[in-house]
């Protein structure tokens, strides 16, 4: 069976980069990383990935960001930018949220997802691998990753059990709600946040002696094992999203792509 090709965009230290570069090197991933890409040029996962020979690469979100509060008209926006089209497709905030903030997010994150996309240009992939990346990805993005939805190419691990707690802290907010089971999801990206069609999970209990560290330990010890092993089924072409109608309580229908793992 031939390797996949798989790149990572990271924003810390890299634990869950470190577990799967561990498992293609073990041949638990029928795989190999060409690629590791970060928003922050501190992370000490890049250096993680230069210690196994893998090239890196850094796009300062932060930099950009503060470019464009002060000469906004000087962002550099790729040619086929849509303010409009992705305003509309993307579901991370309500249409009637600012307009203003919206659209400086959606330009400064474009603008560093050009970027990201020009670094990724050089190096043949298969999939794009989020290893703790803390940012949120536009359609722009989305869209030249996956020319077919169908067939998404870039996962994500959560740090609680979808849909539950989405969002930055989800081992603290699973913890400060008092859940008794705790557990981790890997899901494919879609235009929302941490809203994509769900791969995998693993829980493990909450004691009432646990602390929010106990928790974050419990947690990141599932998430080194299940990414891998989310990513191996990819390799195997195991995957499959399937459009499927949803009924909801109020009798509204809608489709959602589901997951089904093939045998």
Known sequence: MKKIRIGALISGSGSNLQAIINACEAGHINGEMVFVGSDNPAAYGLVRAQNHGIPVFVVD??????????????????????????????????????????????????????????????????????????????????????????????????????????????????????????????????????????????????????TLENVKKKGLELEWQLYPECIQLFAEGRLACVPTEITHPDGRKSTRLIVKIKA
Do not use: W
């Open 61 to 210: 979100y932060g930099a950009i960001i503060r470019s464009h509060k002060l000469e906004p008209g000087k962002t550099r926006l790729p040619a086929d930018f849509c303010l409009e089209g992705i305003r509309a497709r993307q579901t991370l905030f309500a249409q009637e949220v600012d307009p203003v903030k919206t659209e400086f997010f959606l330009k400064t994150r474009v603008a560093a997802e050009d970027a990201l996309l020009q670094n990724m240009t050089g190096h043949a992939f298969d999939l794009v691998v989020l290893a703790g990346f803390m940012r949120n990805l536009t359609p722009y993005f989305i869209d030249h990753v996956n020319p077919d939805p169908l067939r998404p190419r870039i996962m994500n691990i959560h740090p609680a059990l979808l849909p539950a707690f989405p969002g930055v802290d989800g081992y603290g907010d699973t913890f400060r709600y008092g859940c008794k089971v705790g557990g981790c999801t890997v899901h494919f990206i879609d235009y929302g946040e941490d809203s994509g069609p769900i791969i995998g999970q693993r829980s493990f209990p909450i004691c009432p002696e646990d």
